[in-house]
């Protein structure tokens, strides 16, 4: 959700770079006796702080009081939420921070994320990311062969079903990119985006959280495959009608429906997304917006 967007619903984004005061208080340096025990912080742009890991000392008892005056110096200034990231290596201060009232946002391999509602309104701090992105890549050549796999490992193994290269968007990673580095990777092809075809959206998939998976077409640029022995069983140029007779397909409406937009897409019967990089105004990066390009192309 755009950032606009979140604005008008009043309901706090997580912190990004992008979003973060770049005044010279950002990082306060809390001068004084007093305010020199409370953590730096970086005020967000919600009336919220996001405590600087370096400000944060190894020892509990240190921790424990000034994280103490840190809350109450907040509350005094009216501040709504608060965002502490605790490194792996400092991980002996969670307890403490849990007994301080802070809970649970989200973990990464090297740090915990936990946040702290100050005010007394109801809490709008956004919470976890709720879904994963997955990708699966129709790759067809000049010959009506599609680029084919059979998995190593998961719920196909050892089932002898052909099916299309497919794999999970990594963080920071745009979609058709992902598409053109899970085939790159699979099966040793390099390709080119074309477009979106489609996409599901599924709920409870992975502890809880649910699953987009976006179809994607992509043209070939070359043919010689070396599959990744870790991950894929066999990878071969398969005919398209022998591809599409499995009953892997035929009996599952949905994956059925998949190969038809597909195949459509393929014969120019159907138009997808293409992707354009553009600048929403909010952020210093360009994104990736998905459109009909090709029917926006004859306004």
């Known amino acids: 959700m755009p950032l606009a967007e979140h604005s008008s619903l009043g309901v706090a984004p997580l912190p990004i770079e992008d979003e973060v005061s770049t005044q010279d208080d950002v990082l306060k340096s809390n001068q004084g006796s007093s305010d020199s025990i409370v953590f730096r912080v970086h005020e967000d742009r919600y009336n919220g702080v996001i405590v600087d890991p370096d400000s944060l000392p190894a020892d509990v008892p240190t921790f424990v009081y000034r994280l103490e005056r840190s809350l109450a110096s907040w509350r005094e200034k009216q501040k709504r939420g608060v ?119 599924g709920h409870h998939v992975a502890f809880e959280k649910s699953d987009l998976f976006f179809v994607c077409v992509l043209r070939p640029l070359s043919s010689e495959i070396t599959k990744q022995d870790s991950e894929i069983e066999d990878a071969k140029w398969m005919s398209l009608s022998e591809f599409g007779a499995q009953d892997f397909f035929q009996s599952r409406s949905m994956l059925k429906k998949i190969l038809e937009v597909c195949i459509a897409s393929k014969e120019k019967q159907y138009s997808g997304f293409g992707s354009r990089a553009m600048s929403t105004g909010f952020q210093r990066k360009l994104s990736h917006f998905y459109f009909n390009t090709a029917q926006m192309g004859k306004l």
């Not at 969670?94 to 309104?121: C, K, N, Q």
């Not at 190593?152 to 745009?174: C, F, S």
């Not at 790159?184 to 092809?189: V, Y």
């Open 83 to 201: 965002w502490l990231k605790l490194p792996i290596e400092k991980s002996i201060l969670v307890p403490h921070a849990i007994e301080a009232g802070f809970r649970y946002h989200h973990a990464e391999p090297t740090y915990l994320m936990l946040t702290h509602w100050l005010a007394d309104s109801p809490c709008t701090l956004p919470a976890n990311a709720s879904h994963q992105v997955g990708i699966g890549a129709f790759v067809v050549n000049d010959r009506d062969e599609v680029l084919a796999v059979q998995e190593k490992n998961g719920p196909l193994k050892g089932t002898g079903i052909w099916k299309m290269p497919t794999g999970l968007i990594n963080q920071a990673e745009d979609i058709f990119a992902g598409a053109i580095r899970e085939v790159k990777e699979e099966t040793g092809i390099d390709t080119e985006f074309v477009e979106v075809v489609g996409f599901r959206q």
